[in-house]
C-alpha cells in the first residue's frame, strides 16, 4: 500500500548511489546477495535471543541493499536472471525472520510462527503467479518501479513487511499478536490478488 509514495522518497538517492556503485564495479547480483546475506545475518541473530537496534539495523542494511541491486542493474544493465535472484532473495529472507523467531522459543512463538510463515506462502503464490501471467499478455506497469516483474498493489507490500520486522525486531514481546494480525492481513492482500486475477485474465 505504502511502496507507490515511498518511490518517490527512495527512487533518486537509490539511483545515484547505484550509479556510484556500478562506477565501482559492483554487480547488481552481488549487491542482491550481499543484502540477503545481512537479512540473514538479522534471522541469525534473532534466533539466538537478541533484539534491538543491532538487528534493526541489519535489517535496514538488507533492504538498503536490496533497493541499490536494481539501481546498480539500471546503471549496468539489467538482465532476467537479476530479477530471478533479486526476488529468490527476497522470499528466503521474508521467511528467515519468522522462522527465527520460532526457532528463538518454539513454544511460544510457533502457532503464530507458522500461520505468518504459511500467510507468506499464499500471499507470495498469488504475486509470482499474477506476475508470470502479466508478462504473459504483455502487461507492464511502473507504479512500484523498474522490476523485472510485473508488481501488483496491495494492502501489505515491502514497505509494510520492513515497518513489521523493524517493530518485532525492536520489541520481540510483540511477535506473537502482531504475527497473527499481520499473517490476517497477508491473507487478505491475497484475496484481494486472487479477485483481480479473476477480473483481469478471464
Not at 128 to 133: E, F, I, R, T, W
Request: overall charge neutral.
Amino acid at each position: 500500500m505504502l511502496d507507490g509514495m515511498m518511490r518517490g522518497v527512495i527512487d533518486a538517492p537509490l539511483n545515484r548511489g547505484g550509479r556510484w556503485l556500478a562506477a565501482r564495479g559492483a554487480s547488481a547480483d552481488l549487491v542482491t546477495v550481499v543484502g540477503l546475506v545481512l537479512g540473514l545475518a538479522a534471522a541469525g541473530l534473532v534466533a539466538i535471543g537478541c533484539s534491538g537496534l543491532e538487528v534493526a539495523a541489519l535489517v535496514l542494511a538488507s533492504r538498503l541493499a536490496d533497493g541499490l541491486d536494481g539501481a546498480v542493474a539500471r546503471a549496468r544493465g539489467k538482465s532476467d536472471f537479476g530479477g530471478y535472484l533479486d526476488i529468490v532473495c527476497d522470499f528466503a529472507f521474508y521467511g528467515a525472520i519468522p522462522l527465527a523467531f520460532v526457532l528463538a522459543d518454539p513454544a511460544l512463538n510457533g502457532a503464530a510462527g507458522a500461520f505468518l510463515l504459511a500467510s507468506f506462502y499464499v500471499n507470495g503464490a498469488t504475486f509470482l503467479g499474477y506476475a508470470v501471467l502479466a508478462a504473459k499478455r504483455g502487461m507492464e506497469t511502473r507504479s512500484r518501479g523498474e522490476k523485472s516483474l510485473y508488481f501488483t498493489a496491495g494492502l501489505l507490500e515491502g514497505t509494510e513487511t520492513i515497518l513489521f520486522f523493524l517493530l518485532i525486531a525492536m520489541v520481540p514481546a510483540l511477535f506473537v499478536p502482531a504475527a497473527w494480525i499481520f499473517g490476517a492481513l497477508c491473507l487478505v492482500t491475497a484475496l484481494a490478488r486472487v479477485l483481480l486475477a479473476a477480473r483481469s485474465f478471464r
